[in-house]
């Protein structure tokens, strides 16, 4: 049984899903990302941030996965600071929804000042609504990155246990289980961030405590059985059934399990694809 804790389905097939179902992945967390191009409305993030709230749970159930979300402004594009205020101003009944575990995924993409802005006024949301947060750590300079991300949620006073720190790879793993609380995320793409063997590598030096594994598959090269792979690599790699059951359940499992929403069934069964309603 495997919890996918962060993944794009937005831009996945149906195809994947049924996939996902058949090697044992049950439940499964959209984090809030960037489309391919800057939305220029509030009204264009609202209508997306009820897609995924909506329709993704509704898709995702008729194939036996049952899907959260998390609602928040994404840093990519967070260097428009008026569009952040009207879309932060209105994002209260997507937080509010059943749906939704976490605000996220925030944080830093070039590491400017109008994304700390953005990040620092989400942070002060969620602990507003007592809402977990995913953390998106920049892919390029992420030594600056974390350091930042680190500094900004201790302006915030955020509680670092209810905080997954997400895309740490070799530069940061060590900084961020030391020196905060959170919980850690790696995640594994077919070519970039990390793979499976990397994945156990890290591991076998830091141990499993606090780590989450995901395969976040967006529109990029990428692999909605990311987990799999790493579940089949690090048996292979000799690690103990502990430890994988910690990187792929019970980790992510103790995460969201901080948020009210969370209450994830692992029961469901796909429907027959007749029966589907359009």
């Known amino acids: 049984m495997i919890i996918e804790p962060h993944i794009h389905m937005y831009s996945r097939t149906t195809d994947d899903y049924q996939a996902m179902y058949g090697a044992g992945i049950r439940v499964c967390v959209e984090p809030s990302f960037w489309l391919g191009s800057d939305r220029r409305y509030a009204g264009t993030f609202f209508d997306y941030f009820r897609l995924v709230l909506d ?6 159930r008729r194939f036996g996965v049952d899907h959260f979300a998390a609602i928040g402004y994404n840093p990519k594009e967070a260097g428009n600071t008026t569009l952040v205020n009207e879309v932060l101003a209105g994002m209260g009944e997507y937080l509010d929804h059943e749906r939704c575990v976490a605000l996220g995924e925030i944080g830093f993409d070039r590491i400017t000042d109008n994304e700390e802005y953005a990040l620092l006024r989400q942070l002060d949301i ?10 998106h750590l920049p892919h390029v300079n992420k030594p600056a990155g974390i350091e930042r991300t680190l500094a900004c949620l201790r302006k915030a006073g955020m509680d670092e246990r209810r905080v997954y720190l997400d895309h740490n790879t070799e530069e940061t793993i060590d900084l961020a289980l030391k020196e905060s609380g959170c919980f850690c995320g790696l995640t594994v793409y077919p070519f970039s961030k990390l793979n499976p063997a990397r994945v156990s590598d890290i591991v076998r030096r830091v141990g499993s405590e606090r780590i989450i594994v995901s395969g976040s598959a967006d529109w990029g090269v990428s692999d909605p059985l990311s987990l799999i792979k790493v579940v089949e690599h690090m048996k292979a790699d000799g690690h103990d059934a502990q430890t994988v059951h910690r990187l792929v359940f019970a980790n992510a499992m103790a995460f969201y399990s901080q948020s009210p929403a969370w209450r994830p069934r692992f029961d469901l069964a796909p429907v027959d694809p007749r029966e589907f309603q359009r």
């Open 126 to 135: 969620a602990q507003e609504r007592n809402l977990p947060v995913i953390v």
């Open 55 to 60: 329709f993704e749970t509704v898709r995702a």
